[in-house]
């Protein structure tokens, strides 16, 4: 399996215990695009994905490990040994729309995004979006960018599952913004809100 060209992710894997669940997240790569083509074009995560081209050609340019360089990081995630899904993160500030949004609703200069995706149907709905979640915000985005202050994600105001998830994890809400594609919830994270569990 080849490995991300992304300097931060190379040869990187992470695992976190989380009651009853132990995942693992591993830099995206190239044998995983297939995957990531299947899961995005499942109709329930179509629908949340903004418009965005989930052709094999658009989730080729947008995701391969050879893309055009950029902050974002992928990553794949097993549970048991089997992969459940996909989260990432990346500076706010190099997305500068959302980024102004956010920063008006309150949130810290130094916050990291995350977006993420349960891919496979049958995990859905049992709290393993939110273990998920927990665990990659504990020990990648916070483990690894420690100038990150906060940890947020701006779901579709209507995606009560993917808000749920980050409020049950600890997530508070900052607000609402509107754009041409819909309305956002922005939900924010603090680094001290980390527990030593």
Same mark, same amino acid.
């Given at each position: 399996m080849e490995t991300s060209d992304h300097p931060a992710l190379a040869d990187r894997s992470f695992t976190r215990k989380t009651p009853g669940m132990e995942f693992e997240?591993? @830099?995206?790569? #190239?044998? !995983?695009?297939?995957?990531?083509?299947?899961?995005?074009n499942d109709p329930a995560v179509v629908r949340w994905w903004e418009?965005?081209?989930?052709?094999?050609?658009?989730?080729?340019?947008?995701?391969? @490990?050879?893309? #055009?360089? !950029?902050?974002?990081?992928?990553?794949?995630?097993?549970?048991?040994?089997?992969?459940?899904?996909?989260?990432?993160?990346g500076p706010v500030a190099d997305w500068p729309d959302e980024s102004i949004e956010w920063s008006e609703l309150g949130a810290d200069e130094e916050v990291g995004g995350i977006d993420y995706l349960i891919g496979d149907p049958d995990r859905r709905g049992q709290g393993v979006g939110s273990a998920m979640i927990r665990a990659f915000v504990r020990d990648i985005a916070f483990g690894?960018?420690?100038?990150?202050?906060?940890?947020?994600?701006d779901p579709a105001e209507d995606n009560s599952g993917s808000w749920g998830a980050l409020a049950s994890v600890g997530f508070r809400q900052l607000g609402t913004y509107g754009d041409d594609d819909g309305e956002w919830r922005v939900m924010v994270f603090d680094r001290s809100q980390l527990s030593s569990d």
């Open positions: 997240f591993r @830099p995206l790569a #190239e044998d !995983d695009l297939a995957t990531m083509h299947r899961w995005l418009g965005d081209d989930v052709s094999w050609e658009g989730v080729v340019r947008d995701y391969a @490990p050879d893309r #055009e360089p !950029d902050s974002q990081e992928h990553y794949i995630a097993a549970l048991d040994g089997e992969d459940v899904g996909w989260i990432s993160c690894e960018h420690h100038e990150w202050t906060q940890v947020g994600a």
